[in-house]
């Protein structure tokens, strides 16, 4: 039995999601003085193919490479729900925080700032303007739920409160049997995903797992602990080329690729924890030293 109350998991699937593990994970192991089991999965089918050097540094930071079967889990296939596949296995701490592997940590954290019990902890998504608000009458009724009173700011589309959406980017949520059936809330929001997947509506892919995932939180039994902006800050989109914001004690950012990184110059940052916690500073598909002047 793990003595940390805390296990962060992420795709490690070659190419690009395995060398941004590392850093993921390295970043975890300098911004945490406490312990966290780490856990990285990848595609049953594509394990084979992940870089030797990679998988030799995710162990060194002592991360537990675990395959999944994804095929057929989706018709048709899902990668975003490899998050949901991942939430679904059997890990050893009270509770679990899934990430998506291009974030990183640039400033001290502590668990108990990330998880609240008897709450899902997650970010408000930053807009949803790839759809209006009457498509969440079809979505809650596809899983016979009733809607939710609760409104809340989306982080960057800000005229006025929305139906309850979140980035699934980050999602920390309390482990073992919630509903009188004895689910989880892995199971309760697979559940919901797949009978949302059944009916017709817009932009089922890529967002199934965020416009599953309010209602999953509420269905388990639980309600949403509303992080802020410093435990998960978004770059890109209106944010493009704009610095880190200097008013504000940022413990992570999700990046999105590694020339989002770069602007915002955390890509030395990232190396910098890299090396310190493995003694190894380069990975193939992250330098690109002429863009990034050799940091």
Same mark, same amino acid.
């Given at each position: 039995m793990s003595d940390a109350k805390l296990t962060i998991f992420f795709v490690v699937e070659p190419p690009k999601y395995q060398d941004m593990a590392?850093?993921? +994970? *390295?970043?975890?192991?300098? %911004?945490?003085?406490?312990? !966290?089991?780490?856990?990285?999965?990848c595609p049953a089918d594509t394990i084979g193919d992940m870089d030797p050097k990679s998988v030799g540094i995710l162990k060194e930071l002592g991360v537990d490479i675990r395959p999944i079967d994804t095929a057929g889990r989706f018709d048709p296939p899902y990668p975003h729900g490899n998050k949901m596949l991942s939430a679904l296995e059997p890990r050893d701490t009270p509770y679990s925080a899934f990430m998506d592997s291009d974030m990183l940590f640039i400033g001290k954290n502590t668990v108990d700032a990330m998880l609240q019990p008897?709450?899902?902890?997650?970010? *408000? *998504?930053?807009?949803?303007? &790839?759809?209006?608000?009457?498509? &969440?009458?079809? @979505?809650?009724?596809?899983?016979?739920?009733?809607?939710?009173?609760?409104? @809340? &700011?989306?982080?960057? %589309? #800000?005229r006025r409160k929305l139906m309850p959406y979140f980035n699934a980017g980050l999602i920390v949520f309390p482990e073992g049997p919630l509903t009188n059936d004895g689910e989880s809330f892995a199971q309760v929001w697979m559940r919901l995903a797949q009978q949302i997947? %059944? @009916?017709?509506?817009?932009k089922k892919r890529p967002?199934?797992?965020? =416009?599953?995932?309010?209602? *999953?939180? #509420?269905? +388990?039994?639980?309600?949403?602990?509303?992080?802020?902006?410093?435990?998960?800050?978004?770059?890109?989109?209106?944010?493009?080329?704009?610095?880190?914001?200097?008013?504000?004690?940022?413990? =992570? @950012?999700?990046?999105?690729?590694?020339? !989002?990184?770069?602007?915002?110059?955390?890509? $030395? =940052?990232?190396?910098?924890?890299?090396?310190?916690?493995?003694?190894?500073?380069?990975?193939?598909?992250?330098?690109?030293?002429? +863009?990034?002047? $050799?940091?």
């Open positions: 590392c850093f993921l +994970a *390295a970043s975890i192991r300098c %911004q945490f003085d406490e312990p !966290i089991d780490l856990v990285g999965y008897g709450h899902v902890s997650v970010a *408000a *998504a930053t807009s949803m303007y &790839w759809s209006g608000q009457k498509i &969440w009458k079809d @979505i809650y009724a596809a899983c016979d739920m009733p809607m939710p009173e609760d409104r @809340i &700011w989306l982080q960057r %589309q #800000r997947d %059944q @009916i017709d509506i817009v967002y199934l797992d965020q =416009m599953s995932l309010p209602l *999953a939180i #509420r269905a +388990a039994g639980l309600d949403w602990n509303l992080l802020p902006p410093e435990q998960h800050y978004i770059l890109g989109g209106k944010l493009r080329g704009e610095p880190l914001p200097t008013d504000m004690d940022i413990k =992570m @950012i999700h990046y999105r690729n590694f020339d !989002i990184l770069r602007e915002v110059k955390c890509r $030395g =940052m990232a190396k910098d924890m890299l090396e310190k916690t493995t003694g190894v500073r380069r990975l193939s598909s992250f330098d690109v030293d002429a +863009a990034d002047g $050799g940091s």
